[in-house]
Each structure stands twice: as C-alpha cells, then as structure tokens.
C-alpha cells in the first residue's frame, strides 16, 4: 500500500494538488485523507491566542491518536471511518466518511510531515513551497466565499497564528520532504501520477 503525504501552509494547494492527481490517475484504487478531518472536536483552552480565539495552526489542534490510528489501518490495507469537520461551525460533524481500503492514499494537511510516527509511514513525502502573499490570497477568497468567514477576521486571524505558526512549525517540515513543489504544480502532478500508476500496475499483475 502507498502513502502519499502532502504537505504546506494554509492556501498552498495542497488538496487542489491532490485532486489533480486524482484526476490524472483516474482509478478507484486511490483516495484522499485531509488531515483537516482531525481537527480535536473542540478546541482546548490552553490552544487559544492572547485574544481568546482558539489556534487552528498549532499542532495541538489536532487529534493526533486517532490520525495515527487511523493511518495505520489504512497502511496494512484496512478501511476507516474518517470524522468530517465543519468549518462554518468550527467542530467535528456527527458524520462520517468511509475511505479505504485502497491501494494508494493521498495524505494532505499542514502538519502531514511534522509527526515522526506518521513520517515513517508515508512512502512518498511531499511540500508545497508557495510565497506568503499568496497563500495569504487564497486562504482569504476560501474563507469569505467558503466558510463564511469575513475579511477583518481572516486578516486578524493570519498575524495572530497563521503567520506565526507557519514560520514556527510548517515551514520547517521542508527538511523532511522527498520532493518540494512550487506554485506551478502541473509538472509535478504529471510526474507523481505517473508514479502512482506505475505502482497500481505492478500491484494489479501481482
């Protein structure tokens, strides 16, 4: 089983990536985990900011074990029932999403390379490189258009954490990458979906 991590700040692409490569492999037996699912169903207080807003970039926003858990399933081929996280709402649904058993799982998220246990996992480790203007572009049209979010809020909420913790804790997983990727990903996706076909053909005459 292959287990691909994707990796970068918030607003680098890393799921439009992901989805490109979805769409160039084109086959059932691959299937994507965001790690945004894990977010904790509620944030402790102890993972707020000096303003009382809880901080959705610090590792402890997430719920590690069962991220673990559940990578770990997914590696010896089983299926898991993945939380669904509601951004409007800013916690965990009563839903769930089934993903695997598959042969190929896309990992994306911005911690996806900052946990030893789950680096030891991933086959493939992957970082999107991308400036800071336009992370900070993306993230703003996403969160006004798509989380109903307004302008002054996403603007706060990127001096007080985004920025911070991108420089504290993201941006330092770039060590750890097989690979960095820029702005211009297409490249990149072809080459990788290449090798993700490569890897399910010689799986299938196994």
């Not at 990127?158 to 770039?174: C, E, G, N």
């Amino acid at each position: 089983m292959l287990l691909i991590g994707i990796a970068g700040g918030s607003g680098s692409g890393k799921t439009t990536f992901a989805r490109k490569l979805i769409a160039q492999v084109n086959n059932k037996d691959l299937s994507l985990l965001h790690m945004d699912s894990y977010y904790l169903p509620s944030q402790p207080k102890t993972n707020y900011t000096e303003k009382g807003i809880p901080n959705f970039d610090h590792p402890d926003a997430f719920d590690w074990d069962l991220l673990r858990q559940h990578l770990g399933q997914l590696k010896r081929g089983l299926s898991v029932d993945a939380p669904v996280y509601d951004f409007k709402c800013s916690k965990r649904d009563h839903e769930t999403e089934k993903v695997g058993p598959c042969k190929v799982i896309l990992f994306e998220g911005i911690f996806t390379l900052y946990d030893k246990d789950i680096r030891n996992l991933l086959d493939i480790k992957c970082f999107l490189h991308v400036d800071a203007d336009i992370r900070f572009t993306r993230r703003l049209h996403r969160d006004v258009k798509d989380r109903g979010r307004s302008l002054e809020s996403v603007i706060e909420q990127y001096y007080d954490s985004v920025r911070p913790m991108f420089l504290k804790f993201l941006a330092p997983q770039k060590q750890y990458a097989d690979f960095i990727v820029g702005e211009d990903t297409d490249i990149a996706a072809t080459i990788l979906a290449a090798r993700i076909r490569e890897y399910l053909m010689k799986t299938k005459v196994n």
